[in-house]
């Protein structure tokens, strides 16, 4: 349990986070990949709130990453669970952190797929079914993809 308002609050911000983000960009991309002749269109409201999602969940993980740690992945999980809850216990922060982590790159990784597979070809008569909000969440993680394995690659 939190120990203070400060704290209340920051868990609770960080435990809807992650949940509005699998909710609304699953929905999305699901859109994407059943879409068969328009694009599909979301509210503004709906686009707000996922575009933040995405954003405070990247943010959190690049964050995460970037941090030395040992442990492989299960320290940058650690790290994540420590920004999300700090006053938990290890075990609650670990498994924080592999909720943002898996989530994050699963669907990040199902919108570039997305983005592949219906972004068109407008020669051979096919449309473009990818919304701009798909789009650039794929992109955002094929940046982060592309951080992390310079990362990894230059620590060898």
Do not use: C, H
């Amino acid at each position: 349990m939190p120990s203070n308002a400060k704290e209340f609050f920051q868990t609770l911000a960080f435990g809807l986070v992650p949940i509005a983000f699998i909710w609304l960009f699953g929905q999305a991309i699901y859109e994407t990949f059943t879409a068969t002749t328009d694009v599909p269109s979301f509210s503004t409201g709906f686009i707000v709130v996922a575009s933040g999602a995405a954003g405070a969940v990247g943010a959190g993980v690049a964050i995460a990453m970037g941090v030395e740690r040992s442990g492989g992945f299960k320290g940058y999980a650690q790290n994540f669970g420590r920004i999300s809850w700090p006053s938990g216990n290890e075990k609650w922060q670990e498994i924080i952190g592999w909720v943002y982590l898996i989530a994050y790159f699963v669907l990040g990784a199902l919108a570039i797929v997305a983005w592949v597979m219906q972004s068109g070809n407008e020669a051979a008569g096919k449309p473009n079914l990818v919304p701009e909000l798909v789009e650039t969440l794929a992109s955002a993680i094929w940046g982060l993809i592309l951080a992390v394995a310079a990362k990894v690659y230059n620590q060898t």
